[in-house]
């Protein structure tokens, strides 16, 4: 039961091939080996993990579905993401997944024995409105998978706005945010040049506004701001 609870988190509810089950951490565990925290990090550092999250998705989505799958709650803000999205670059996989799986929140929220669960299903004390708003769009249905799919936050995490927030239109002038248009600072992980670690600036309209940041976070940019122009 604690294996298929912990396969069934850790994997976002994906159907899982035999030869994709990570056998090894399976048998340390039921020999009493691995405790439950140890059976996580296992599977979390595992081939098939990294295949389905990241090299699918991208370090940005990876980052996303990490504090999903092993600390049960979506990012609070892009300072987070980023913080993680730099350790997997310099640190590398295994110590980006340690980050979470042996941090203090883990282990007071479920300690050594306890697989993660999805701990915002309610708001909870010392947590934003906004966090839960981005929880329940994180969290996506019961039967959803966690795989290949574009980022759910990105967005808002970078403009600091809720997710799928309607916007309504009004007479005297257009508010469809479709029509908007953003200022992006952001610098450069390899800056060269007289621009060397000097603040860049992009405009763009709404509908480019996510390829723009995925654009960005591939080429190592950190997002330093996003304003209405």
């Given at each position: 039961m604690v294996l298929r609870s912990a396969y069934r988190q850790v994997f976002g509810n994906a159907h899982l091939m035999d030869e994709e089950l990570v056998s090894t951490a399976e048998s340390l565990f039921?020999?009493?080996?691995?405790?439950?925290?140890?059976?996580?990090?296992?599977?979390?550092?595992?081939?098939?993990?990294?295949?389905?999250?990241?090299?699918?998705n991208g370090p940005y989505r990876f980052v996303e579905l990490n504090f999903k799958h092993l600390l049960g709650r979506a990012p609070r803000d892009q300072a987070e993401v980023s913080e993680h999205v730099q350790r997997l670059a310099n640190e590398g996989y295994e110590a980006e997944i340690a980050?979470?799986?042996?941090?203090?929140?883990?282990?007071?929220?479920?300690?050594f024995d306890t697989v993660p669960y999805w701990r915002t299903t309610h708001t909870q004390t010392g947590e934003s409105n906004l966090t839960y708003t981005r929880s329940l769009k994180l969290k996506g249905g019961q039967a959803s998978f966690d795989g290949s799919s574009s980022s759910k936050l990105q967005l808002s995490l970078a403009t600091g706005d809720a997710p799928s927030v309607a916007v309504r239109g009004g007479r005297g002038g257009?508010?469809?945010?479709?029509?908007?248009?953003?200022?992006?600072?952001?610098?450069?992980?390899?800056?060269?040049?007289?621009?060397?670690?000097?603040?860049?600036?992009?405009i763009v309209p709404f509908s480019s506004l996510t390829s723009t940041l995925q654009s960005l976070q591939r080429r190592g940019g950190s997002i330093v701001s996003i304003t209405n122009d």
């Open positions: 039921l020999q009493g080996d691995l405790a439950v925290q140890g059976l996580v990090a296992a599977l979390a550092c595992s081939d098939t993990y990294r295949r389905l999250f990241l090299d699918k980050s979470y799986v042996y941090s203090p929140e883990y282990i007071g929220a479920f300690g257009s508010t469809n945010r479709n029509d908007r248009r953003f200022r992006i600072n952001w610098t450069t992980a390899s800056p060269s040049g007289l621009n060397r670690r000097a603040v860049q600036v992009s």
